[in-house]
């Protein structure tokens, strides 16, 4: 007996079903690297907004002059581009904003601030910066030209020729009359027309410096006998001239949005609230598996087959978390409910398994053993497929919203479909049929 | 489906406790009547919900719109009432852990500045969620789109598994009847759509389906011991139905009253293991009623008998 035992856990170490489950499983805990400290279990995993607290805003474009015209691609980017440098400025890095479009093409920014109270995201949302330019008087003095009310039609950064014949990027803005006055009258009173690779021109946002150049030649030329009111602003001809025309064109509109706005949905989860949360779902999850572990007992009375099954169950959510992790994907309230589904609908088809294997009659067969491991890999491979097209229109839905609940479940169902369940199958036809 | 192959031994009949249950034994027109005229009433609550309410579920906020706020106060309602008299105040519910959820409709966003202005200098940090009626009414039209078109799929994806109409038609009812008693359940119980009720239906059509899809795919195929092989089949579906029902169980009882061990509740998960629990229940009639008679009678109807010997 012992020595058909120790056969059976030799033939299973061999089966290729049962390596990957340990290769997928070892890979999993490796992504998660759980470790201990601070009397807390710490993980790889990302939380979202309802686990770690924050407020969330989601705005809808509207265009400034045609309301009712969609949003171009390349205006929700610049939208996009600009709330970016806007939250970054404020010392928020990582902060994801992300665009939606939904049924009707009307666009949509998503902006989830992790630990930011309500009002102080709101206030950053809706921010303007004060714009100035500045030119260079002696040494390190300058002396003001204009703020931003004279800037009009910034254009996105795009490449131009300069001087030399080489294409360098720059970004092309129009001055109001009056600023286009302004701007001659300080570059003749400050000598920039006579000697403009002295006179460098600066640009201000919220009294930084993030552009300065020398006035071109040419500029300075033009200027000594009239007014100019459209100019580029050249940044170099390198991905870092490129990475500065965008500054460049964004603050130049003072961090004011292409668009007009409109919140149309935001809120605030308290972080102590989310912590709660995250305990009251852990434990949760643990003792739903127990309830599950009692109706198996119930019906199966046989450790043999009850742990083997417990444990697969397990082994699927540590895979998927496993894969979470490795994604970088933020586990929110519906990113739960999707294990929860997970959980079940996988236990659903080991007991279908289960069943199928059991019922080989008197005297099972290698052969009859693969048939009906096989006729239940079919009914298996049926319902997952119908579990995956059922979530695929959620990843539209609620822009986003639901996202996480639709790729959590179609993820486990794969992890079920392609990696525990053949080797459970394997497993429990062993025990089974020792 | 293996139909030649006539593989098919007598099923084992010992599959634990749930093959010794007693199983009402009803005829076929009982056994698919009952099912259509439950289903029938699940239409004519929806329907009377539809014409009283105008949406076939109450809304909640993700699809009707307006403020929510979550405040930890013993203040009474009245007290409430009054301290925010200058907002369309529409619903104050109580939490079993203390806590006072407070509903307010549409505000232009003057109001709603003013009242999130108030909200952080008096309750600072409390739980807030506005949605805006352009959003929720986006969400309504996505929501409908999202739920017809995942049920289409999945009918799809069963036409394709079995090419046999009437054996796909069957499981489709039984499906489409689990979502809508649970509909009914929740316009009885006045569980509102929210985003997690929401993701719940379209769960369900996913546990509703196993369960179908493991019936007919052993009861297609020779027509001997068609009785014997549901009930084997039912010894297996029963399990899986009573480990989803216990899990769900489980889940709504934490999620409810979590907060006697010192823990908030968690709203969500208490309506998502609602509706599933509805929805369970529903399938354990739908699929061994419903379906299994629709199946029955199919394969003793003289088309069956052509189809399948």
């Given amino acids: 007996m012992a020595e058909k035992a120790q056969g059976m856990w030799a033939k299973l170490i061999s089966d290729w079903r049962v390596w990957v489950l340990i290769i997928a499983l070892l890979l999993s805990v490796l992504f998660l690297a759980p470790g201990y400290s601070d009397g807390q279990l710490k993980t790889n995993l990302k939380f979202g907004l309802d686990f770690e607290g924050g407020s969330f805003v989601k705005l809808k474009l509207f265009n400034n002059s045609s309301p009712n015209e969609p949003i171009s691609p390349q205006t929700l980017e610049l939208t996009k581009s600009i709330m970016e440098l806007k939250i970054n400025e404020y010392g928020l890095k990582n902060t994801p904003v992300n665009t939606v479009r939904d049924d009707q093409g009307n666009a949509y920014v998503l902006i989830d601030f992790a630990g930011i109270p309500y009002d102080e995201a709101m206030s950053i949302v809706g921010k303007q910066g004060k714009f100035e330019m500045r030119i260079q008087t002696q040494g390190n003095n300058s002396t003001h030209i204009l703020y931003g009310d004279d800037v009009q039609g910034v254009s996105d950064p795009t490449p131009h020729m300069d001087n030399n014949g ?256 053949p080797a459970y199958g394997r497993i429990i036809s062993d025990i089974l049929n020792k | 489906m293996d139909e030649k192959k006539g593989s098919a031994d007598e099923p084992e009949s010992d599959l634990g406790p749930f093959s010794k249950l007693k199983w009402p034994d009803l005829r076929a027109r009982e056994a698919i009547g009952i099912p259509l005229a439950v289903l029938l009433i699940a239409l004519l609550i929806t329907g009377y919900t539809l014409l009283t309410v105008g949406s076939p579920l109450h809304l909640g906020l993700d699809f009707k719109g307006g403020t929510v706020v979550t405040l930890k106060t013993d203040k009474s309602d009245a007290q409430l009432q009054s301290e925010f008299s200058g907002y369309p105040l ?77 054996p796909c038609i069957a499981v489709i009812t039984s499906a489409f009847s689990d979502i809508m008693i649970a509909v009914a359940l929740m316009n009885i119980f006045h569980i509102e759509l929210t985003f997690g009720t929401f993701a719940a239906l379209l769960m369900l059509i996913g546990y509703s389906v196993d ?81 299994s008679g629709l199946l029955k009678w199919y394969m003793e109807s003289p088309q069956g008998r052509a189809k399948y010997g």
């Fill in chain 1, 166 to 421: 080489q294409t360098a990027y720059g970004v092309t803005f129009g001055l109001t009359k009056a600023g286009a006055e302004k701007f001659q009258k300080a570059c003749i009173d400050n000598g920039a027309t006579t000697d403009p690779n002295n006179h460098y021109v600066m640009m201000l946002l919220d009294d930084k410096v993030f552009y300065s150049r020398p006035l071109s030649a040419e500029l300075a030329n033009s200027l000594k006998t009239k007014p100019e009111d459209t100019m580029i602003a050249m940044t170099g001809a390198d991905a870092e001239g490129q990475t500065m025309a965008k500054t460049v064109s964004v603050h130049m509109r003072g961090g004011s949005l292409p668009v007009n706005v409109q919140v149309v949905s935001s809120g605030q989860v308290p972080a102590e609230q989310g912590a709660m949360f995250k305990t009251a779902v852990v434990i949760a999850m643990m003792l739903a598996q127990c309830a599950i572990g009692a109706v198996m007992y119930f019906r199966y009375r046989e450790p043999r087959i009850i742990l083997p099954m417990f444990l697969t169950s397990i082994f699927e959510v540590i895979i998927l978390l496993g894969v979470a992790a490795f994604i970088g994907w933020e586990i929110d309230l519906p990113s739960v409910a999707g294990i929860i589904a997970v959980i079940g609908t996988g236990i659903d088809q080991l007991i279908i398994i289960t069943d199928e294997v059991m019922t080989t009659g008197r005297a099972p067969t290698t052969k009859k053993i693969l048939q009906k491991l096989s006729s239940a890999f079919k009914i298996i491979v049926s319902s997952a497929a119908t579990v995956v097209v059922a979530m695929v229109p959620l990843w539209y839905m609620g822009f986003g919203a639901l996202k996480g609940f639709a790729i959590v479940t179609i993820l486990g169902v794969f992890i079920g479909i392609l990696i525990t369940r």
């Fill in chain 2, 90 to 166: 529409s619903l104050i519910a109580r939490d079993p852990s203390g806590s006072a959820m407070l509903r307010f409709s549409q505000m232009d966003t003057t109001q709603l500045d003013s009242l999130t202005g108030y909200l952080s200098k008096n309750y600072p940090g409390a739980p807030l969620e506005h949605t805006g009626s352009t959003f929720s009414a986006a969400n309504q039209s996505q929501a409908v789109i999202a739920i017809v078109a995942a049920f289409v799929l999945m009918a799809l994806v069963i036409f394709v598994i079995f090419r046999d109409f009437i």
């Fill in chain 2, 211 to 291: 369960t179908d899809i493991l019936l007919t795919t052993k009861v297609l195929g020779e027509r001997k011991y068609l009785e014997k092989k549901i009930t084997s089949c039912r010894a297996t579906g029963l399990t899986m139905t009573g480990a989803a029902i216990a899990a769900f169980g489980v889940l709504y009882i934490i999620s409810n009253f979590a907060y006697l061990a010192g823990f908030s509740t968690i709203p969500v998960l208490a309506s998502i293991s609602t509706v599933m629990i509805f929805g369970l229940v529903a399938d354990v009639m739908n699929t061994w009623f419903l379906n």
